[in-house]
């Protein structure tokens, strides 16, 4: 069974520009999670979709967004960048999204913000 | 507010030698506690977890963690630690009945010397 793919794996961006980072789970998985990994902050869980519904939410400012397609695949735009947004935007994926349920991360795409 | 606490940014140990990575965490019931490693590049990979019974806990690659809840502490140790072992290691908590929005310590680096 394939992991967790997330694309691109690298991606440099201006301040100001918006950018839209890909994830597709696992065949199956109906939960996506998104974290955001900084050596500051450490991990920060952005928010968590289910069957194309946002059922989770972190404390990020609404430049974060995302959604989720009907095949699970989820999507997740920053828009207006800023330097502080630099950081490693990981992927998880579970089949129903609780604890019990082991997450799987994917590679992460690493965002440099200039 | 749950909070995980890992009190040593950096860890190191000859091969061979034996590991503990410290966790503690804060919080009013016991939540559902994890550990997770990332090797450099990679996304986050699940060790073991802990919901309830047995408070020694087998994971993969040969660790174990410990659950005390005088301590409210979630251990992971190694008998013997390989080159390979070599990576970022975090604890992570999440409240029980919840949706899995874990909370995660800010990570141990462990070195392992030849």
């Known amino acids: 069974k394939a992991g967790v793919t997330q694309t691109p794996r690298y991606l440099i961006k201006t301040r100001g520009q918006q950018v839209t980072l890909s994830c597709s789970p696992i065949?199956?998985?109906?939960?996506v999670s998104w974290y955001q990994q900084t050596p500051g902050q450490g991990l920060q869980f952005l928010f968590e979709y289910f069957s194309e519904t946002q059922r989770n939410k972190g404390n990020f400012p609404g430049r974060f967004s995302g959604r989720q397609f009907s095949n699970s695949r989820s999507e997740m735009n920053v828009s207006t960048l800023e330097l502080g947004d630099s950081a490693l935007y990981l992927c998880a994926s579970s089949l129903i999204g609780t604890a019990n349920n082991e997450q799987f991360f994917g590679p992460g795409t690493r965002l440099t913000v200039l | 507010a749950q909070s995980v606490t890992q009190p040593d940014i950096h860890i190191t140990v000859s091969e061979g030698a034996s590991l503990e990575l410290r966790c503690n965490y804060s919080?009013?019931?016991?939540?559902?506690l994890f550990w997770y490693v990332q090797s450099p590049g990679q996304g986050l990979q699940l060790l073991l977890k802990y919901f309830s019974g047995d408070t020694l806990v087998q994971g993969i690659k040969g660790f174990e963690a410990e659950f005390k809840r005088s301590q409210s502490s979630f251990n992971l140790r190694k008998p013997s630690v390989h080159w390979s072992d070599a990576a970022e290691y975090f604890c992570?908590?999440?409240?029980?009945?919840?949706?899995?929005?874990?909370?995660f310590g800010r990570g141990t680096s462990l070195i392992v010397h030849p």
């Open positions: 992570a908590v999440d409240p029980p009945g919840g949706s899995y929005i874990p909370t």
């Open positions: 919080y009013g019931a016991t939540p559902y």
């Open positions: 065949s199956g998985h109906r939960s």
